[in-house]
């Protein structure tokens, strides 16, 4: 075996991921390649308390160089995200950003999967090419916003449903409001990051997958962020284009509950999704909303 590169794929509990941290950060700076599946993502093991769930993991995958990380709702961008992994971590080139998104996919990499053992309904649809190179990307409209919307949504992983609901619950109050699903905040971040440097640089064409994305919303336009983990991780989305933006997550220890009790009590339902809309876009009341 001498030559050849292997491809291991490691599972392993998604709070977890912190007791190796040294260990994966000298593997990704040596060059290794590997799919590292954790799993559940957030406060999925809602039962068992803080010491079994993930807050922070989502920041670990942004910031850990040579790692590149999904966290997927569907089982189908699991597929995309799976099939891109395994001809990722063969890659080898050269370390020139992609002249499309900007980020430095010939170089190659590890890949770490954060999933969740919720069980989601899945959507009907046809995997288009346009769709898959979104995902891998990083994000994709899953209900595209109206000319003149005054708010989105944008999700990650186990919290789709959440976000779904509010979605149909402030469609009649919230003018073109869009729902945008981000599959993997790290790769939108670091193609965003990566396009700015190029403009520095004096490339002013350089435009990244987010940018293109958001590029159609008008400036008071609010965004809602939301995810079953850290909300800085989707915290930064306004600056792009410079909307105003409330970023809701986990942010402490969690409390032992059901996962519907743990989602109410840190405010990541449908209802504190349809809360924070209202706040960051002020207007009709909300016909739909609940009392919190």
């Known amino acids: 075996l001498f030559g050849t590169r292997l491809l291991p794929v490691g599972t392993l509990y998604d ?71 395994f001809d990722y971590m063969q890659r080898s080139g050269d370390a020139e950003p992609d002249a499309r998104s900007w980020l430095r996919d010939a170089t ?47 999700y990650s992983g186990a919290v789709a449903p959440e976000a779904i609901a509010a979605i149909g619950r402030l469609a009649e109050d919230r003018k073109d409001i869009g729902l945008l699903a981000v599959t993997s905040a790290d790769r939108l971040n670091a193609g965003w990051t990566a396009a700015q440097r190029a403009r520095e640089s004096g490339l002013a064409h350089a435009t990244s997958h987010i940018e293109r994305l958001l590029a159609p919303l008008p400036r008071h336009c609010g965004i809602v962020t939301v995810l079953d983990g850290h909300p800085a ?19 402490h220890f969690g409390q032992t509950g059901s996962l519907a009790e743990l989602y109410r009590h840190y405010g990541i339902d449908a209802d504190g999704i349809v809360a924070a809309v209202e706040a960051i876009a002020p207007g009709r009341p909300v016909r739909h909303l609940r009392s919190l």
Not at 18 to 26: E, K, P, V
Not at 38 to 52: N, V
Not at 110 to 134: D, G, H, K, N
Not at 233 to 251: M, N
């Open 108 to 154: 190659g990499g590890s890949v770490y999967l954060r999933l969740t053992t919720r069980p989601l309904e899945q959507p009907r649809r046809a995997m288009t090419p346009e769709l898959s190179q979104a995902i891998v990307d990083g994000a994709y409209w899953l209900r595209p916003p109206g000319p003149n919307a005054e708010a989105v949504i944008a």
């Open 15 to 85: 709070p977890f991921i912190s007791r190796g941290l040294d260990a994966l950060n000298y593997a990704c700076y040596q060059d290794s390649r590997f799919l590292l599946v954790a799993t559940p993502s957030g406060i999925t093991l809602s039962g068992e308390g803080g010491a079994h769930q993930s807050i922070g993991t989502p920041l670990i995958g942004m910031a850990q160089d040579g790692l590149a990380a999904f966290e997927p709702a569907f089982i189908d961008e699991l597929a995309v995200m799976m099939r891109f992994a």
């Open 233 to 251: 991780t989707l915290g930064w989305l306004g600056a792009v284009l410079g909307h105003h933006t409330r970023s809701l997550g986990v942010e």
